[in-house]
């Protein structure tokens, strides 16, 4: 087998596993933690597929800036194990509420990817002649995909414009 | 096997080798420079001007017991240093530090003095440095223990707030030299500047990206986690912080970690703004200008240390936000403008 082979088959087990066990987990902190390693893992498929930009974005963003503060946020609570009011030996799919409505949600998804992963072919595949260098990506960026870009500048604009109406702590005088 | 292939193999080792001599010989410079600082000697009994203090250093450092609390999580607490000097090793990989040579003829074709050639290479670099904040997150919180835990918390508050004035002020020098691979950052910085013609200072990055580079160092500093901006390990407050339950190897690794960062942010700021191996005869003794700049920016980095008291933890917090960020934004918007202005 090629090494790109036996690394791809490498970082999908990574990814595909410790996504898995994100979910599996009952330590918030291991999950974060596996949730890194599932980002790194998708990191080294990108480089695979002759995008580093990507895959060191992916790092910097994901594993590097957001998970830190999924971390932060974790260990502030200091919530060593998922509190569950419910009963562990009922099925999700009977149990109340909105837990039922989230396991049907989960069978959907499955569903899909069944459908999807069976149809087969190379559907998914990029035209050719991929965008990699970081002066066409910022090109890319900036002309065909700028209003996109624009619509998410101002979403996380409002995002943050929350957060500091959220945190602003009132005067007393 | 290429000769190629084991001149790489072999330099990938040198520069390994050389990380942890950096570290050591950073150990002793500390000690001694802090002693002249304060006026007394420093180590001077452990060999002549006690250089071999950093080697008595590490014998008593392996001897000792390694201590766990019994409420700590033992998986993460092993993880943790292992974290953090894996990413201070790794970050130096994509660091360039010489011309391409052929070692006097021993190599046909010329090599790169550089672990790995990334055309994203400073990406790569910020990237791992983002990586190496779990060292000390993982470390605070396994331990179990309430010092510990505040270190690490402020370490990642104090690290996510600088890498933004960090990455920024890095984002000035890439619009001027139009390529994120640190070798052609370097190639673009031979030369001089001209006044009327004549070349009156180097044509280093330093000069036109001054704000930059001094947004970068403090940045840097604090990337760091050294003294004024030492929050995380602050021993007045918090014993000493993230570390405060680790003894032994698994100390000495963060105490490595801690050392190696600060050869990498100095060989990266060497690289970026100082010229990196360009100077006279550069093609033959430029790994001598790299050596002597980085050095150079490392004694700042002790003089800093002993000279500057500590922060407070709000105005650390405020000076990143309300001062060195802003700076760092306009610093870019200004060099953009240059650069579109004059061309690059």
New interface residues.
Partial sequence: MAPEIVAFYLFGAIAVGASLLVIAQRNP?YSV?LL?ASFGALSGLYVLLDA??VA??Q??VY???IM??F??VV??LNAPHEETDYDERVHPLLRPGPMRFGAALALLLVVELGWALGRGGDSGRFPGGAVT??ADIGRALFTDYAFPFEVTSILILVAMVGAVVLARREEHH | MTPLLIAQIVLTLFVFVMLLNSAAIMVYVERKVAGMLQQRLGPYLVGPKGVLQPLADVVKLMFKEELRPRAA?AF?FALAPIISATCAFAAFAVVPFGAETTFFGLLREPMKLQVAD???AI??I??IA??G??GI??A??SANSKYS?LG??RS??Q??SY?LSYGTALAAVLLMANS?SLTAIVEKQAGAWLLFGWPVLPRWFVFPQIVGFLVFMTAGIAETNRAPFDFPEAEQELVAGYHTEYSSMSFAMFFLAEYINMVTVSAVATDLFLGGWQGPFADSIGWLWFLIKVAALLFFYVWMRWTLPRYRYDQLMAFGWKVLLPVAVVNLLVTAAGVLYFGA
């Fill in positions: 902190i933690l890194i580093p930009f060191v974005i790092i910097i594993a590097g800036a830190v503060l971390l932060f260990m502030l260098s970081v | 999580d993460l990334v055309n994203v990406l790569v910020f990237a983002s990586m904040v779990y997150v993982l605070g919180w835990l690490g918390l990642s508050a690290m996510i890498e994120m």
